[in-house]
């Protein structure tokens, strides 16, 4: 049975980092592209960040991009997302998802519990 | 970048057809995917490609598109089909991916 475990989440000061991570299991994670995908209180999804199959490749929503590092360990089947520069409009249940397939096509058959960031002083 | 467009909410008696639409450029060159969120929970896949459902999803839920404009269609709309429905696809880039803003079903 696939499933997603993230972790990591908590308050944080804004200018702070954190670094979430989402535990696969169930399947191989480097085959498929993973992605980030989160929702601030009482508001819609937002895509954040995807690393493809295979090669890897990132992508990065225009929002997080410079701030926020998506990243895998094949050895533990864990996706990471390191965010520095944590700003109040980063607040949000953080989901990770797994694709149907190894290119970004933002077809998510699985998704994580969610993990709540909080930026607040 | 891409933008989606979803009415903000939708409403449907109990056992009538409603369909939720969502609008963009970018589902000229790529195919609407759809999910199902209710309150507290996380996203659930119900509609992909052409016009494809997960295992586990009733039959009751279909997806079409014309130009622009994708749609999920609820066919004899069920008390537990109350709930934010969005849509996604790639964007115009293809390497990102662009969600609607969402749809509140309410099934009367």
């Known amino acids: 049975e696939v499933e997603l475990l993230e972790s990591g989440g908590g308050l944080v000061q804004p200018g702070g980092s954190l670094r979430l991570s989402c535990a696969g299991s169930?399947?191989?994670?480097?085959?498929?592209?993973t992605s980030w995908v989160r929702q601030a209180p009482g508001k819609g999804l937002e895509w954040v960040s995807v690393?493809?199959?295979?090669?890897?490749?990132?992508y990065y929503a225009d929002s997080v991009k410079g701030r926020f590092t998506i990243s895998r360990d094949s050895s533990k089947n864990t996706l990471y997302m390191q965010m520095n520069s944590l700003r109040a409009d980063d607040t949000a249940v953080y989901y990770c998802?797994?694709?149907?397939?190894?290119?970004?096509?933002?077809?998510?058959?699985?998704w994580g519990q969610g993990t709540l960031v909080t930026v607040s002083s | 970048s891409s933008e989606l467009t979803q009415d903000p909410a939708v409403s449907v008696a109990l056992g009538q057809t409603v369909r939720i639409t969502c609008q963009g450029d970018?589902?000229?060159?790529?195919?609407a995917t759809w999910y199902q969120q209710k309150p507290g929970q996380a996203p659930v896949l119900v509609i992909y490609?052409?016009?494809n459902r997960p295992s586990g999803i009733p039959d009751r839920f279909s997806g079409s598109s014309s130009g622009n404009t994708a749609s999920l269609t609820i066919t004899g709309a069920q008390a537990e089909d109350e709930a934010d429905y969005y849509c996604?696809?790639?964007?115009?880039?293809?390497?990102?991916?662009?969600f609607g803003g969402g749809t509140k079903l309410t099934v009367l």
């Open positions: 490609g052409e016009n």
């Open positions: 970018s589902l000229g060159s790529y195919y």
């Open positions: 690393i493809s199959g295979g090669g890897g490749s990132t």
């Open positions: 169930g399947f191989t994670l480097s085959n498929y592209a």
């Open positions: 996604n696809s790639r964007d115009n880039s293809g390497n990102h991916v662009v």
């Open positions: 998802a797994k694709d149907r397939t190894g290119g970004p096509a933002g077809v998510y058959d699985y």
